[in-house]
């Protein structure tokens, strides 16, 4: 968690000086993108939440059932997901991409080379996979892709 933490720093320090340079163009809240986070922990909700608010509506669930509805109710432009692959977790994947077929999906896990398969499973139904423990700027930095992409 400390890596996490650390990297808030950074992206922080970096958006200080981003925001300092575009101040007078920075976008109204309801014209932000939305991202969803999903986390069975609800402390790294907060972290990645408190990383991202500056630059996005942030939307945070630890009710992976809950998906599919907030995705809907609130127009998520991106969603993260961290949470182990399964089948159950595949299934919710295909069902948010039949919600909105474009939405980007990033899936945060740790490895485990005994699901091989599953990993390259789960690839074909996202956009992006980080394993855990990952640096958090490249994951930035992939979100700000996913998102001008989708736009």
Sequence with gaps: MSSVWQAKEDVQQENVHKHAAAEHQ?????QKKTILLYSPDLNFCFSLSMLFQDRY??????????LDKLVADYAANLVVVDAV???KLI????ALRMLK??????????YSAK???????IREHVDSVFYKPFEILP?????EELLARAS
């Excluded at 939307?59 to 809950?66: A, D, K, R, V």
């Excluded at 299934?91 to 295909?94: D, G, L, Q």
């Excluded at 699901?115 to 499973?121: A, G």
């Design 26 to 30: 920075a976008e109204p809240a309801d």
């Design 57 to 66: 509506n942030v939307i945070t669930t630890t009710n992976l059932g809950m």
């Design 85 to 87: 692959p399964s089948e």
């Design 91 to 94: 299934e919710r994947v295909t």
């Design 101 to 110: 077929k474009e939405l980007p999906i990033i899936m945060l896990y740790v």
């Design 115 to 121: 699901d091989v398969n599953l990993d390259h499973t």
């Design 139 to 143: 994951v930035s930095k992939r979100i």
